[in-house]
């Protein structure tokens, strides 16, 4: 079965930074686009990022420099650098994929919270 682990959550000052990883175990077809979703109490899911196609990268506005995806091609492992953290920012984060077959992935979740 394919599982997706996030990890790098927890607590953070405002300003600060953390950084999320997603490890992607299982797959029995290549990886085609990775992202990070999240979904704030009362929310509707956002998207944060997304890597299509190989390079295309796609940032939801509210984070636009501040927060970084990358993808690391020789694992199937993906990360988010979120820097000046805000307390608008806190919530529960999950890391996506979809496949070559066009089926879609998706990790447990990790919280996130950035309060003082």
């Known amino acids: 079965q394919v599982q997706l682990v996030e990890s790098g959550g927890g607590l953070v000052q405002p300003g600060g930074s953390l950084r999320l990883s997603c490890v992607a175990s299982g797959t029995r077809i290549p990886i085609k686009d990775v992202g990070w979703y999240r979904q704030a109490p009362g929310k509707q899911r956002e998207q944060v990022a997304v890597i299509r196609g190989g390079a295309m990268i796609n940032y939801g506005s509210s984070v636009k420099g501040r927060f970084a995806i990358s993808r690391d091609n020789a694992k199937d492992a993906w990360y988010l650098q979120m820097n000046s953290l805000e307390p608008e920012d806190s919530a529960v984060y999950y890391c996506?994929?979809?496949?070559?077959?066009?089926?879609?992935?998706w990790g447990q979740g990790i919280q996130v919270t950035v309060s003082s």
């Open positions: 996506s994929a979809r496949d070559y077959e066009l089926s879609d992935f």
